[in-house]
């Protein structure tokens, strides 16, 4: 039987090859309601995606339920981190472009379980609440 082939990265920005390597952290940007909306002013929220989408791979959410914590940024750990313990970590208010850089060196540098959060975004870091189970 021949042996698979590894899928090639298209090399735009976003594409991230894991062909050649183990899972990288991925990004997941709220954009629905309030999060990515006029109602949260000043900001450029496709130029905020952009930047992200540039270091890891990013999906696009619709709303994850803490409006009040509007732009809402989860960081999920790579493979390497998950297999060190790390959980995702909800990053809220981020609405300046020099928070959305903390994030994209923490990425970098490869984010939760691997690399230590900047202090800085401790600021920014919250614990969602539970969902409830639907009877």
């Known amino acids: 039987m021949p042996a698979r082939q590894a899928r090639k990265s298209s090399g735009t920005a976003g594409s991230h090859d894991t062909a050649t390597g183990p899972a990288p952290c991925r990004v997941v940007v709220c954009r629905d309601c309030c999060c990515g909306t006029p109602k949260v002013t000043g900001v450029d929220h496709a130029a905020q995606t952009a ?3 540039a270091e890891a791979p990013v999906r696009v959410s619709a709303c ?3 409006c009040d914590q509007a732009n809402v ?3 999920q750990p790579s493979a390497e981190g998950r297999a060190a313990g790390a959980r995702p970590v909800w990053l809220g208010l981020v609405n300046d472009a020099d ?3 903390d994030i994209v060196a923490w990425v970098r540098a490869g984010g939760p379980g691997v690399a230590p959060r900047p202090e800085i975004l401790d600021l920014y870091a919250f614990t969602p609440p539970r969902r ?3 009877s």
Request: glycine share 0%; charged share 35%.
């Open 73 to 75: 940024i989860v960081v």
């Open 132 to 134: 409830r189970a639907v």
């Open 64 to 66: 994850l339920d803490v």
């Open 51 to 53: 930047r992200l989408r």
């Open 99 to 101: 928070a959305t850089e």
